[in-house]
């Protein structure tokens, strides 16, 4: 990671600062001290962020047996890890939404964004990990260095993506060559500023590169397959088209195959429905078609 990388995330602090909320939740989830109560306390000094929780406690996306409508029994069921999961998700598509990204389609952004997310989770179940909900977390934000470079370094990524399209090299190469640094490596910086777990950091970092991951390989390689499973599924993110094939070495890792992406997009495309209709309705967006 170069530290011009770090220079630029730094940048972001200040334009486009988290709620506090996430910090508080952050550090609840980490203290063994923390009580339901504790959590409870912090996410009711925010009524739209506790009425949504107990929304997505109610839908299919969690598919509990009965009605939850005491938003301590929600963070019962849910669990500190998954809520701070849920919580960051929500935020960081609020926060980042509210950026004037000309370059950007937001909406097509984030549809890509919660897709992988979606995926990621399928794929996380299927390889038996523990907390399936972070990797949810990682897929949603698994591009978002590139949020952070064109709102801070927009007329070099125009010339990044120019040269991707005219030479058909893959995009990081052409971040690489331009900026001298990539968007992973940015997304890295941000995550790590923010304080997130190392196994959501290092899957967003290596989710071009599994094979590189020195550390969480696995959740790496679960996020490398969900994006270009995403692409597949025509949640593409952007004006390029998917130009990567699945890393064999992500197939390896996570001990799956390419037979299994057929049945993947079709759970996921159930799940995707009622994900998009919850977290895009921070930025109210319609939901995709």
């Not at 907390?131 to 897929?139: A, E, I, K, T, V």
């Not at 968007?183 to 923010?194: D, F, I, R, T």
């Not at 997130?196 to 899957?203: D, G, K, N, T, V």
């Amino acid at each position: 990671m170069t530290l011009k990388a770090k220079d630029v995330v730094k940048k972001i602090k200040t334009l486009a600062p988290l709620p506090d909320v996430c910090i508080k939740i952050n550090q609840l989830a980490d203290d063994p001290r923390a009580s339901t109560h504790d959590i409870k306390r912090v996410i009711e000094t925010d009524p739209a962020l506790a009425a949504r929780l107990l929304r997505i406690a109610n839908s299919p996306f969690y598919g509990f047996s009965s009605k939850v409508d005491d938003l301590n029994r929600a963070v019962m069921l849910i669990g500190t890890q998954g809520l701070r999961d849920l919580v960051w998700g929500m935020s960081s598509i609020t926060t980042f939404s509210k950026m004037n990204i000309k370059q950007v389609d937001m909406k097509a952004f984030w549809e890509h964004a919660v897709y992988t997310a979606t995926v990621s989770k399928v794929l996380a179940k299927k390889c038996h990990v523990m907390n399936p909900d972070r990797l949810f977390l990682s897929g949603l934000l698994h591009d978002i260095g590139h949020l952070v470079l064109f709102q801070l370094m927009p007329d070099e990524m125009e010339v990044a993506f120019v040269s991707s399209q005219e030479t058909g090299e893959k995009l990081i190469l052409a971040e690489k060559n331009v900026l001298g640094f990539t968007h992973p490596s940015v997304s890295y910086a941000l995550l790590k500023m923010w304080n997130l777990p190392e196994s959501i950091c290092h899957a967003v970092a290596y989710h071009h590169q599994p094979g590189k991951c020195e550390g969480h390989r696995l959740d790496a390689a679960i996020v490398h397959i969900a994006d270009n499973i995403a692409k597949m599924a025509g949640k593409s993110g952007n004006s390029l088209k998917s130009q990567e094939r699945i890393d064999a070495n992500a197939w390896k890792i996570t001990g799956l195959n390419e037979k299994i992406i057929d049945s993947v997009i079709r759970i996921s495309d159930e799940q995707y429905k009622d994900a998009i209709s919850i977290y895009l309705a921070a930025i109210k967006v319609a939901p995709a078609a």
